[in-house]
């Protein structure tokens, strides 16, 4: 969707009634509400968070719809209802924490009432990175990367690579992850940044921007955990958690084959571009 605004974005599911019937079933697939105003029409979105895929891109006119919770429900279910017909949308919160589920709707009806309006948020406006971090040597992870994240993570690595080649033992992932080898690839990729939010802090203020991934990764929070992570890949324990990145296992033995095999994978599809032209 081109020259869209984010307005809001967290991670949910959809749910479908049971035929003939007013219960509810939630559907497993990992998925995200997006809104988004393009060309002043405000859109709601669902986008399956494992294919990265659009399934549904609702056009919303204003005091049309609400979105609420469904009492009867066991659980975490809301509903897109309207005004105009008699159409339901279901959905099922999949933040690990209800703690936001209110501040979320009330944002969305927000939007839903007055698409300029603007979100109000009573989190604190600092994300915390290092407790994610500091367990990512030891907890399984269900992270995998979509296509577009990997070349762009791709694109990052082997650049920096190419300069320290000559001193891989020397190299670490705060010398290679800093905020100003980062921060070009979202200025110049604004679109890549909501791609971004199902994998970042959940406390954020805002939709992320350019302006919040810039705090992320100039955070203490953020290089805490970066040299976490460099700890982990030193001392062998993230071969489950590269395979998630489309990588052999071995590349999560070390810093050295894991930067060895995103370079491998860049040569790869780089040449598979080139088959197709």
């Not at 998630?244 to 491998?264: C, D, H, S, V, Y």
């Amino acid at each position: 969707m081109a020259d869209a605004t984010t307005l809001l974005a967290f991670k949910a599911g959809r749910a479908f009634r049971r035929s003939g019937t007013n219960f509810v079933d939630p559907d497993t697939t990992k998925g995200a509400i997006i809104l988004k105003k393009e060309d002043d029409l405000l859109h709601f979105i669902w986008k399956n968070r494992t294919t990265n895929q659009v399934e549904e891109d609702l056009i919303l006119f204003p005091s049309d719809a609400t979105f609420s919770k469904v009492p009867q429900a066991s659980g975490r279910v809301y509903v897109l209802k309207f005004a105009s017909s008699d159409q339901r949308h279901f959905f099922w919160m999949q933040e690990a924490s209800s703690a936001r589920d209110e501040e979320f709707v009330n944002n969305v009806n927000g939007f839903l009432v007055d698409p300029d309006s603007e979100p109000t948020w009573t989190s604190p406006s600092q994300p915390e990175a290092s407790s994610s971090g500091a367990s990512s040597s030891s907890a399984p992870s269900n992270f995998q990367a979509t296509p577009e994240q990997l070349a762009r993570l791709q694109e990052l690595l082997t650049s920096a690579v190419g300069s320290r080649a000559s001193a891989p033992n020397e190299m670490a992932l705060n010398d290679i992850l800093t905020p100003a080898n980062i921060t070009p690839l979202f200025t110049s990729h604004p679109d890549l940044i909501p791609t971004l939010f199902p994998h970042l802090p959940p406390d954020l203020p805002m939709p992320p921007s350019p302006e919040v991934v810039q705090r992320i990764i100039s955070s203490p929070q953020f290089r805490s955990a970066v040299s976490n992570f460099d700890q982990a890949l030193r001392t062998g324990l993230l071969g489950g958690l590269v395979r998630g990145l489309g990588l052999p296992e071995e590349a999560g033995t070390g810093i050295e084959p894991f930067l060895r095999a995103i370079q491998q994978q860049a040569d790869e599809e780089r040449e598979d571009g080139m088959d197709t032209d």
